[in-house]
């Protein structure tokens, strides 16, 4: 008796969280897409360039690209992904009463759908999208380590950086839903160690061959003769991005990084709020009935945290990252679930009231941020 309120708590949470959706999508709309819009602009005009795959792919359809674009393109981006994980939350889980509190920790975590809500325009979706595509996938047949490959280097023509984001994340879930379900043989492990060299060939290309091969201001003019109205020029003020080379990149997040280690205090808060998703997720762990299968998830985890790690020494959009990762978690825990368990592990208690407070907070806050929190 005393569950039935907790239990319409959590279901006013959903409410709650689709209405913050709506307020930060509202919200975004009054912000300047500044980035965002470039990328709508840069294409393959004047030969391979980096971050240029969706500009190209815009280009097929329109000559002059309107700001309008920033938000229809994303827009529909969000609905396919927040979709697809709704499916691939239900194939799981399932829904019912007992999955309520950890779809509340998943889907309505600020991290996650919301946080991709203020991000609208920005690459970082793409790389869930493409990891939630390859955990709804059949994994019978090397036909996902293909899949794996082509959706990886799309990402890696979108933004470089892709291949510590999301990539090590659809490695892993190749690795756990495939490799280790299916077995390895010498030929499906050389299919992967080619497909990795072949990635990791089309990133050295991207960072360092996909530099601007025409000055600034021709590239500016460019871009502004694509603009559905050439008048918005503050729109190009990031421009400079597409020339700017590593080092660069490295010595400004270094010289902000006093003011963005600020954060961390904030950061660490908003992770505990999840502190029930992370015990589920370390049950769920445990729980797996071969040691070998345990380790692979523990040094995927590494990796995969190594690799933001090195994203955090390289570009300052922490608040981005952070968020990223923590949607990378939530999706290697689905990858986690296909492995065969010597139990069925609990799901966070819809009774327990420390975990529906630490729900409500999790459904009011409605991001994580760009570069700073909040």
Known sequence: MRSAPLQRHWRAMLYVNAAVMLGVFLYKLNLQP???????????????????LIGAVVALFTDKVSVWLVYAIGG???????GLFIR??????????ESLPLFVFTAGSPFFLKNFIFALGHFDIYGALAAIILLLVPARSLAIVWLATVLSALLILIHHIHLLMYVPT????????????QGATRLNVAVGVAALLGLGALFLAAQFLGTMPIPHDEFV????SKMADPSRTALLQFAYIWYQPLSKELQDTWARMPSN???????????????????????????????????IVLAAIGVISLAYLVMFAMVFDYSRWLSSWVVCMILLLHAVKTLP???????????????ARLGWIVTALPRVGIIRPF
Request: aromatic share 18%; with cysteine.
């Open 76 to 82: 529909c981006v969000w609905l396919i992904t927040a």
């Open 34 to 52: 500044y980035v965002p819009y470039i990328h709508l602009l840069v294409d393959y005009h004047f030969g391979f360039i980096k971050r240029a």
């Open 341 to 355: 368990a010597i139990k069925v592990v609990p799901l966070i208690p819809n009774e327990d009231r420390k975990s």
């Open 88 to 97: 691939l939350f239900h194939k799981t889980f399932g829904f019912s009463d």
């Open 170 to 181: 659809m490695t892993a879930i190749v690795v756990l839903r495939y490799y280790l379900t």
């Open 221 to 224: 003019r460019y871009l502004q």
């Open 261 to 295: 280690l600020l954060g961390v205090p904030v950061y660490a808060l908003l992770l505990w709020l999840h502190a029930p998703l992370w015990r589920f997720f370390a049950a769920t762990v445990r729980a797996l009935a071969d040691t070998w299968h345990q380790r």
